[in-house]
């Protein structure tokens, strides 16, 4: 061929693509190189550790119990590529508010004891989209799994914690033994649940003043209790399900977990107690000194109105 025939500008045109393509791989592998392990971030420690202290309480036998942990997008981009969707999962409802917003929740049917074992096969982080109804997975469920059937009840009451409180970003659900004890010898009444559980000890009304909620037994998995959940976590952080377990929300992990292990606590005094007869409790003048003590108000007209 004569260096006449060669098409100089056509072979500058391709050096020019091949040269953009290295370009482009070398830029993915050193991002990738750059990108931390996101076993080390905080809230997956964290994460962790919760899920495994819940199991070592009895809380979550075999796969009961879920949680979901709402993450910044700033908490992420050190680990993950956000533009990376691995995979798109319906979820069935609508949650318009959360769209854009990303959540680290364990998976259907998944042990909570195995979770520090393979957090990658039993956790996942996804994206909210389509006004709530599209999940997109951008780490984790490496097993084709995917997340908690109470996902409705999850994101719903983060929906309605947030208009309560914007620094929500936890919910846990679990079946603590003497809360669902509780559910089988207790009337189900609000306020005299609440009651009861301020009296068995001390700090109760300091660390849950706006009382516990509670639901009837109800199909769980359902977008019906979701709502119902939801609904019931505009007044309090912590929603009873009946003769089925627990909710908290809480602006942490720590502190969801905290107000769970306080019901509990009360609960287990209370099944110790229920059946002997009963010489001493704190008297509502005794928590309206506690409300004066730690500054707080009690959810209202669940204490007898102070004495002058
Ligand atoms: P998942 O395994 O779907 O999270 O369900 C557990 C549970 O506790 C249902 O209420
Ligand atoms: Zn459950």
């Known amino acids: 061929m004569a260096l006449k025939d060669i098409n100089f500008d056509e072979i500058k045109g391709v050096a020019k693509d091949v040269a953009g393509k290295v370009g482009e791989a070398a830029h993915d592998t050193v991002e990738k190189l750059k990108r931390k392990d996101i076993l080390t971030a905080p809230f997956m420690v964290e994460m962790i550790r919760t899920a495994t202290n819940m199991y070592d309480h009895g809380w979550d036998e075999r796969n009961g119990g879920n949680i979901s942990l709402m993450v910044d997008e700033a908490e992420l981009t050190d680990y993950l590529d956000l533009t990376q969707v691995i995979r798109e999962i319906?979820?069935?409802?609508?949650?318009?508010?959360?769209?854009?917003?990303?959540?680290?929740?364990?998976?259907?049917?998944?042990?909570?004891?195995?979770?520090q074992y393979a957090p990658e096969v039993n956790l996942?982080?996804?994206?909210?989209?389509?006004?709530?109804?599209?999940?997109?997975?951008?780490?984790?469920?490496?097993?084709?799994?995917k997340f908690t059937s109470e996902l409705p009840a999850h994101l719903m009451s983060h929906a309605a914690r947030l208009e309560v409180n914007p620094e929500n970003r936890v919910v846990m659900h679990c079946h603590p033994g003497n809360l669902l004890a509780m559910t089988y010898v207790h009337t189900l009444d609000e306020k005299a649940f609440t009651r009861t559980l301020w009296q068995m000890c001390t700090e109760c009304i300091v660390v849950?003043?706006?009382?516990?909620?509670?639901?009837?037994?109800?199909?769980?998995?359902?977008?019906?209790?979701?709502?119902?959940?939801?609904?019931?976590?505009?007044?309090?952080?912590?929603?009873?399900?009946?003769?089925?377990?627990?909710?908290?929300?809480?602006?942490?992990?720590?502190?969801?977990?905290?107000?769970?292990?306080?019901?509990?606590?009360?609960?287990?005094?209370?099944?110790?107690?229920a059946h002997l007869p009963l010489l001493n409790t704190i008297t509502d003048e005794d928590m309206w000194l506690l409300c004066d003590r730690f500054e707080l108000t009690p959810r209202e007209g669940y204490l007898a109105p102070r004495q002058a």
Request: proline residues 4%; charged residues 25%.
């Open 90 to 115: 319906p979820t069935g409802f609508d949650a318009p508010t959360l769209d854009g917003k990303y959540f680290l929740v364990t998976g259907t049917g998944k042990y909570f004891k195995n979770v």
């Open 124 to 145: 996942g982080l996804i994206r909210i989209k389509d006004s709530g109804r599209t999940a997109e997975l951008l780490w984790g469920y490496t097993d084709g799994g």
């Open 208 to 273: 849950f003043p706006e009382g516990v909620n509670v639901l009837p037994w109800m199909l769980c998995g359902t977008n019906s209790i979701g709502e119902a959940t939801a609904e019931k976590m505009k007044t309090a952080r912590l929603v009873v399900w009946s003769q089925h377990g627990i909710y908290g929300s809480g602006k942490d992990l720590d502190e969801t977990f905290g107000l769970i292990e306080t019901a509990e606590k009360a609960a287990e005094i209370y099944m110790k107690i």
